[in-house]
C-alpha cells in the first residue's frame, strides 16, 4: 500500500475506552473532508473500536497497522 | 421548535409513566436525595419537577400546532427557555434512582429521563457523542470478522504473558464452543488479566467474547439500538453454547444483562444464565473455588456502590463479601447500599467531554463522603465510577487510589 500521509495526527495512546472514539470523532470534524486523520491507539479494544465508528459514521478507514506496541489507524473525512 | 421532542415523547410515553405522572404529588422528598440538585440549587434538577416539565410541554403548554400562538411564544424566549430547561433536567442526570428510593410512591424518574433524551435527541439536543458512541457499538458486528483474526492473535500474545508472569497453564480461550461461561470484557486488557487469572484459579471452563459489554444507545434511551447491540453477544452465546454469560465490572451494562436481556431476547435467551463477575467470583469464593489470602491488603478501604449494580440490580453483600475477604480495614460510606450518593458520572456523562463540569460539581456529595472516611483506596465495580472517581480524586485533592474489585481478588488469590 502505498504510504499515506496524513492532515493531521491524534495521539490516543494511553487513553481507555471510550476515549480513543470521543477524540476521533473530535478531530476528524477539525480537519475538511478528504483529508486524513492519522490516530495512535494504545488500547488493543480501539482495533474494533475505531473501525465499528468509521462504519457507522461513513468515514473511510484507509489502513490501520501495529508496531512496537502502538495501533495505527488512517482515516479519511468522508462527509 | 420542540415538535419532534413532543411527536417522540408522546409514543414513548408509556402507561407506567403516565401513572408516575399523575401520582406524583410534588412532596419534594425527592429534593435533597439528588445530588445535582442539592449542589446546583437548579429546579430543572429537582426530580418531581423533571416530570412536571415534561408534562407542560406534552400538553402543548409551550408549543402546539397553532402558528400565532407558536409565534407569540417564541417572540418571548418562551421556547428557548424550556428547551434549555429540558436540556439540563434530561441530561444533567446519572439515571441513578436515588431520588425513586427516598419517594414515597417510588416513582421511576429515570424512565421519563430516559425517554426524554430519545426524545431530545430527535430535535438535536444534548450530546451526540453518547448517541454516536452507540452506533459504533451497533456496527461491531458487522466489522468483527474484519478484526477477529488480529483479536485473537493479541490474546493469544496477553496469554503468553500471563503464563510467563501469572501460570504457565493459564489460557484465555476465544470462541470456545461448549464452554461453560462466555465472559464479555470492557475494551483493553484490563478487564481482562483479572479475570483471566480467577478463572484459572477457579478451573472455570470459559472463553473470552469478541463484543463488549458496553452499551451506550442504553444511556440515550435509544432501546432498538440498544437491543441490536446486546443482540451480537446473545448470538454469539447460542453459536457457542455456552451456559451462562458473565458481564465485567461495567454499571450499566450489567443492567442491560440482569434487567433486559429476558424481555428484549425471551426464548432466545432462555436457559442461559446471566451474572455479574462480582456475583460469580463472589460464587467462587463461598463455594471454595478460589481461595484468597486473608489481610492482604491493610490500607483503609472503602466500597462505592455503583447505582446500576447496588440500587438498580440489588448487588450490595457479594462485593463486601470479597473486600472482608482480602481487606483488614474495611469502612463503609455514609450512608451505603441503596442510599449510597451517585459519584456523578454515570448516565453516559463520561463520554460527553462537555459535561465535565457538571460531573466534577455533581460528584461533591461523593467526595465528601469518601473524605469522611479516611480511606486511602476507593474500591468499586463499574468502569464509569472509576473514571468518575479518579477525576473527583483530581479535582477535589482526595489523594486516593481508585481500584477495581476483581483486581483485588486476583492479586490476593492463594493458588
Not at chain 2, 503464563?163 to 462466555?182: C, M, N, S, W
Request: net charge neutral; glycine share 8%.
Amino acid at each position: 500500500m502505498a504510504e499515506i500521509t496524513p492532515n493531521k495526527v491524534l495521539d490516543a495512546r494511553g487513553l481507555q475506552c471510550p476515549m480513543p472514539v470521543v477524540k476521533t470523532s473530535q478531530e476528524i470534524k477539525t480537519i475538511g473532508v478528504g483529508e486524513v486523520l492519522q490516530v495512535l491507539a494504545t488500547d488493543p479494544g480501539s482495533m474494533a473500536d475505531i473501525t465499528a465508528w468509521c462504519k457507522s459514521t461513513g468515514n473511510e478507514l484507509l489502513n490501520m497497522e501495529k508496531g512496537g506496541g502502538v495501533f495505527t489507524f488512517y482515516i479519511k473525512r468522508v462527509r | 421548535m420542540l415538535t419532534r421532542f413532543v411527536d417522540t415523547i408522546r409514543q414513548r410515553f408509556s402507561r407506567p409513566l403516565q401513572y408516575y405522572q399523575d401520582i406524583c404529588v410534588r412532596c419534594g422528598a425527592c429534593i435533597d436525595a439528588c445530588h445535582f440538585y442539592v449542589v446546583s440549587g437548579d429546579p430543572a434538577h429537582i426530580p418531581a419537577y423533571r416530570m412536571t416539565l415534561a408534562k407542560k410541554v406534552m400538553q402543548g403548554r409551550v408549543s402546539d400546532g397553532n402558528r400565532l400562538h407558536n409565534w407569540y411564544r417564541e417572540a418571548w424566549g418562551q421556547e428557548s427557555r424550556t428547551a434549555a430547561e429540558l436540556e439540563r433536567a434530561m441530561w444533567e442526570c446519572t439515571g441513578c434512582r436515588r431520588c425513586a428510593v427516598f419517594c414515597p410512591f417510588a416513582l421511576d424518574t429515570a424512565l421519563l429521563v430516559s425517554a426524554g433524551r430519545y426524545s431530545l435527541l430527535q430535535e438535536g439536543i444534548g450530546p451526540q457523542m453518547i448517541a454516536e458512541i452507540g452506533n459504533a457499538e451497533v456496527s461491531k458486528g458487522e466489522i468483527i470478522e474484519m478484526i477477529q483474526e488480529f483479536y485473537v492473535d493479541q490474546t493469544k500474545e496477553l496469554e503468553a504473558r500471563l503464563q510467563k508472569e501469572f501460570a504457565p497453564d493459564l489460557r484465555i480461550p476465544v470462541e470456545k464452543e461448549g464452554a461453560r461461561v462466555l465472559y464479555v470484557p470492557l475494551v483493553g486488557e484490563h478487564a481482562i488479566v483479572p479475570l483471566a487469572k480467577v478463572f484459572h484459579a477457579a478451573q472455570e471452563d470459559w472463553t473470552l467474547s469478541l463484543f463488549t459489554a458496553t452499551n451506550h444507545s442504553f444511556f440515550v434511551g435509544d432501546m432498538d439500538k440498544a437491543r441490536q447491540a446486546a443482540h451480537w453477544i446473545v448470538q454469539e452465546a447460542r453459536r457457542l453454547g455456552v451456559k451462562a454469560i458473565a458481564y465485567p465490572e461495567c454499571g450499566h451494562a450489567t443492567r442491560t444483562l440482569l434487567s433486559f436481556f429476558e424481555s428484549w431476547f425471551g426464548d432466545e435467551i432462555a436457559g442461559i444464565e446471566r451474572i455479574s463477575v462480582v456475583q460469580l467470583v463472589a460464587s467462587y469464593l463461598a463455594e471454595g473455588r478460589i481461595r484468597v489470602k486473608s489481610g492482604t491488603f491493610d490500607v483503609p478501604l472503602t466500597y462505592h456502590d455503583p447505582c446500576n449494580l447496588g440500587r438498580n440490580s440489588g448487588i450490595f453483600e457479594e462485593p463486601r463479601a470479597l473486600l472482608r475477604a482480602v481487606a483488614t480495614d474495611f469502612r463503609e460510606l455514609t450512608p451505603n447500599r441503596e442510599l449510597n450518593w451517585c459519584c456523578g458520572g454515570g448516565g453516559g456523562l463520561i463520554a460527553a467531554p462537555e459535561m465535565k463540569e457538571i460531573r466534577m460539581k455533581a460528584g461533591r456529595p461523593k467526595a465528601e463522603q469518601i473524605r469522611q472516611t479516611g480511606a486511602q483506596w476507593v474500591v468499586t465495580t463499574c468502569e464509569n465510577c472509576k473514571t468518575q472517581l479518579g477525576d473527583l480524586n483530581e479535582h477535589y485533592g482526595l489523594g486516593i487510589e481508585i481500584k477495581g474489585l476483581v483486581d483485588l481478588v486476583a492479586e490476593a488469590l492463594a493458588l
